[in-house]
């Protein structure tokens, strides 16, 4: 679809190191699948850059809304990330061949994210759970410490309501608070969420080597390679 400008109307600390952007696409009809991105930036900024959409189709259509999750430390987000409600942006797309697929099968669904690649994870969750709520979803999510989880209350909610398996894991946080397991996401990580290996329906977002060492993981386990899907950021 053609670029659009749209207002900013929310600005959200979702963990020390992102931000969550709500934008109003003011009536705009804007079809996209699950996974899907978008390139924005502030109106008339020549350097915009791609970013998950960070919520399904379904909330989308519902709320008139899109929503991306931006890391404040990657180089060049830093000014849409510092926007403030009313800011115009322009939104280019939907991008991408990251997509859940119209027809699951009977796939058990395996999310894996590293750091902000939880974005397009969220959106697919999300429509997995609307659309295809008889399946079985696990959730492995990595971030460099206990509070950089994103989304991560509404993934425990969803966890305390038995809709999905999450396993969390951190990599850099050496503090006593957190009671959870520590480390890489490994085999030992994958043999916990991987229930049916051969019949998994695998989704990975992460940092480079994330995705790679994750793809290797799981093939090592038994998944064939085109039960595998993978996003890098």
């Known amino acids: 679809m053609p670029l659009v400008t749209v207002p900013l109307i929310g600005n959200a600390a979702s963990s020390p190191r992102s931000r969550l952007l709500t934008l109003d696409l003011r009536g705009h ?5 699950a996974g899907q991105a978008v390139v924005v930036g502030r109106h008339g900024d020549a350097d915009a850059k791609p970013y998950s959409i960070a919520c399904s189709p379904e909330h989308t259509a519902a709320s008139g809304r899109l929503e991306l999750l931006i890391a404040i ?5 830093a000014l849409l ?12 797309g939907p991008h991408g061949t990251f997509l859940f697929p119209d027809t699951p099968g ?22 997995a759970l609307r659309r295809h709520a008889s399946h079985r979803v696990s959730v492995l999510y990595s971030a460099r410490r206990a ?3 994103a989304f991560i209350d509404e993934l425990r909610l969803h966890a305390l309501d038995r809709r999905i398996e999450l396993h969390q894991t951190v990599t850099r946080d050496e ?3 957190w ?12 043999e916990t969420v991987l229930h049916e290996p051969a019949s998994t329906l695998c989704f990975v977002c992460g940092p480079p080597s994330m995705v790679a ?7 090592a386990l038994g998944v064939p390679d085109a039960l595998i899907r993978t996003e890098q950021w």
Do not use: K, Y
């Open 29 to 33: 009809a804007f079809p996209f699948v």
């Open 213 to 219: 060492e994750s793809v290797a993981v799981l093939r």
């Open 175 to 177: 503090g006593a608070g």
């Open 179 to 190: 009671q959870g397991l520590r480390g890489r996401i490994g085999r030992r990580e994958f």
């Open 81 to 92: 990330a510092s926007a403030e409600p009313g800011a115009l942006v322009d939104i280019d």
């Open 106 to 127: 009977d796939h058990r669904l395996l999310f894996v994210a590293g750091g902000t690649g939880i974005a397009p994870l969220r959106a697919m969750i999300d429509h």
């Open 73 to 77: 430390d990657v180089p060049g987000a």
């Open 147 to 149: 509070d950089e989880f």
